[in-house]
């Protein structure tokens, strides 16, 4: 009686070992998955957003918040794996100097009596670049003689031709 005992006891600790390790492997590579996509896709939709015609114009890079934030959401869906709920949120977006910071929340795949365990990834990401400066425009600019908007009709003309 006393082995059969100590053997269901082995038994029993061994599969809860083993419930533990699922969990905790899961939580680890949901997470690195997690942070690589965040990355991936939040440097990527920086680059969609970039306003060329601001850039041009001023020599300084600027993102559009609008085109920022669908960028994402379309990239980071098309993405994500289907096995896992995700909730994205989007805190701060400085369109000059470039720096977003977004969060995406998910749970685990494995789960014990429907408890998930949650994994919550951030990041705050800026984009850097070589600032050359158009001084001819920014004094044209300053001095109130072309306006953005004049710069950007004519910018649109000579690339439609």
Known sequence: MNKAMLTIGVIIL?????LTFNIIQEYSKGSE??????????EASMFDAVD??????TGQVRID?????DSFARRFSQSVAQDRDYKIKIYD????????SVKVESNTT??????????TT????????KYDKNDIVETLLRDGRI??????????????K
């Open 14 to 18: 061994g599969v809860a070992g083993l």
């Open 33 to 42: 998955l997690d942070y690589y996509l965040l990355k991936e896709v939040t």
């Open 52 to 57: 060329v015609t601001y850039y041009s114009m």
């Open 65 to 69: 918040r609008e085109s920022f934030a």
């Open 93 to 100: 977006i400085n369109e000059t100097p470039p720096k977003v």
């Open 110 to 119: 494995s789960s014990l009596k429907n408890a998930n365990v949650p994994i």
């Open 122 to 129: 951030n990041i705050d990401a800026i984009l850097e670049t």
């Open 147 to 160: 306006s953005y908007w004049e710069y950007y009709q004519a910018y649109k003309e000579a690339n439609a």
